[in-house]
């Protein structure tokens, strides 16, 4: 028998990342079903190409969903994760630079619906701080920088994603060091290099496109529905 599609909410619809996620998920109509696209203000159409559309303050009237996918401001995080919670729905969220008091709420939320945060949901990132994991525990002792770089606007240093890939050396006992380089329009590159006496290895990572992200969003979202409440990573998810 056929599954029925996953009726996703997407928040932040009009944005980069909502863009690229109605885009994607317009291409697999078999398993993923767009029921609402929230942005923050009331929109000029109410359908878009077949797409309901809601203003933020609209948020409560949404119609039924099985998963609501968040890539906004967080200013529009409160809301989104108080609706799941009050309808009992996974949430999927890549909204960056939320505050300490909403992590916490992200953390108590865990306890109702499965959820997942990440400030990076591409797919290779998550292999990689796998990778990097098994590595640091195998070569203890070797030195461990991470390097990256990004396009010349980007602004924090280093990125989350390096902190991520630190965390995963360090949890196996590493001690990190980190270098980030700003130059021209690159997208995001993360290597990971494990330095010994007369040998060294060197994990990286190239994105070249933002639906990397989307991409990987999407995938969380069909692999969170029906999952027990909890706080998942991207790489619980991945199969
Ligand atoms: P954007 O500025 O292009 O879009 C933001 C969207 O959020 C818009 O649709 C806007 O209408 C909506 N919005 C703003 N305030 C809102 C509110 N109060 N309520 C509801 N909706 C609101 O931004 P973007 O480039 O699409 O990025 C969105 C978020 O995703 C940012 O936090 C960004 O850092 C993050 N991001 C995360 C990843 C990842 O892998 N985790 C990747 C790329 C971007």
């Not at 863009?19 to 942005?39: F, H, M, N």
Request: glycine share 10%; with cysteine; charged share 20%.
């Amino acid at each position: 028998m056929n599954t029925p599609p996953t009726r996703l909410l997407i928040h932040g619809a009009s944005g980069r990342m909502g863009q690229s996620l109605l885009r994607l998920a317009a291409g697999q109509p078999e398993s993923l079903q767009v029921v609402a696209a929230v942005t923050r203000r009331s929109p000029a159409q109410r359908v878009v190409e077949g797409v309901p559309h809601f203003a933020a303050s609209e948020l409560s009237g949404a119609p039924v969903f099985d998963v609501a996918i968040d890539f906004s401001l967080p200013e529009g995080f409160d809301p989104i994760l108080a609706l799941c919670v009050e309808r009992g729905v996974p949430l999927v969220s890549g909204t960056t630079g939320i505050s300490a008091v909403q992590q916490q709420a992200l953390e108590l939320a865990a306890s109702r619906i499965p959820l997942v945060w990440a400030s990076n949901f591409s797919l290779g990132v998550a292999v990689l701080a796998d990778l990097v994991e098994r590595a640091a525990a195998a070569l203890q002792g070797w030195d461990v920088d991470v390097v990256e770089s990004h396009h010349i606007h980007k602004k924090d240093a280093p990125s989350g994603t390096a902190l991520t890939l630190g965390q995963a050396a360090g949890s196996a006992g590493a001690d990190v060091h980190y270098a980030s380089l700003r130059a021209g329009d690159i997208v995001g590159e993360h290597t990971v290099q494990f330095t010994g006496m007369g040998e060294r290895i060197e994990l990286t990572h190239r994105a070249t496109h933002r639906d990397i992200f989307a991409r990987g969003a999407l995938h969380a979202a069909r692999r969170l529905a029906g999952r027990a409440p909890g706080s998942y990573r991207v790489r619980d998810l991945l199969d």
